[in-house]
């Protein structure tokens, strides 16, 4: 199939994004639509948070990630979300719940399923995308502006080497980038996502390595055991051997595999064709 030609890039907030410190293209969050074929798309959709530290995004997953999931019939998103050292919580956070708002709110516009729309992420981004599957809300029934009335609850979420925890296991630079030097124990807690699993988090995928030097698996195996306590649906591969940031897998035999993985395990939940 050729490559999926992205949409120009949407802004969540035409507004000026809650707490913005400027207005230069730092300081706007943009959602970027890559539409799969009008003949193959199965209605679902997922958010993609490409990772990096919470410092930069990183490309390769982003469009390359995007157009795999356009293969699979899904409407892909590309989430450019506010970073450190200019931007901390709640920033990343507000971002994701927004993009995940719009689209819901504008479903009809791309033929989506208001109930089908998942978030994706990788390392840093799957900080953010398991931070927003454990801090999401039903929205604000009565705020002027109707994305904001929707709820901001994936449907589904995929996690990729993702950071979990702000504690002991945790990548200290996406720690220093989000929470400052010097944050709190509460704060440290509320970020710290394997504490905020709930019998409501949405059925998770998740991808790791044994040897991730970056991001300790540990991460992944907190998520993996709230989810299980909780009793919410999770698939979970672990790898014994790849290094952090494989995005697609690159040229590793084993590691190319796991997008067909997740490929199974949406078309569980009619996301994929």
Known sequence: MAAATPEGPIVLWPGGAPGALGNEPVDIPTLTPYLAP??????????????????????????????????????????????????????????????????????GEWKIDPERIGIMGFSAGGH????????????????????????????VTVLVYPVITMKDSTHAGSRRNLLGPDPTPELLALLSNEERVTRETPPTFLIHTMTDASVPVENSLAFVAALRKAGVPFEFHLYERGPHGFALGGNDPILITWPDRLADWLRLRNFAR
């Not at 899904?74 to 506010?82: D, E, M, N, S, T």
Request: with cysteine.
């Open 38 to 107: 009008r003949d193959q798309a199965t209605g679902a959709a997922i958010i993609i948070c490409p990772g990096g530290g919470y410092e930069h995004l990183s490309d390769r997953e982003g469009g390359p990630i995007a157009e795999r999931l356009n293969a699979m019939g899904i409407i892909a998103f590309v989430l450019k979300y506010r970073i450190g050292p200019r931007y901390h919580h709640p920033a990343p956070l507000q971002d994701a719940a927004r993009a995940i708002r719009l689209v819901r709110a504008r479903a």
């Open 128 to 155: 953010l995308a398991a931070t927003i599957g454990t801090h999401f809300d039903p929205g604000k029934p009565d705020s002027s502006d109707p994305i904001e009335r929707v709820s901001s609850r994936p449907n």
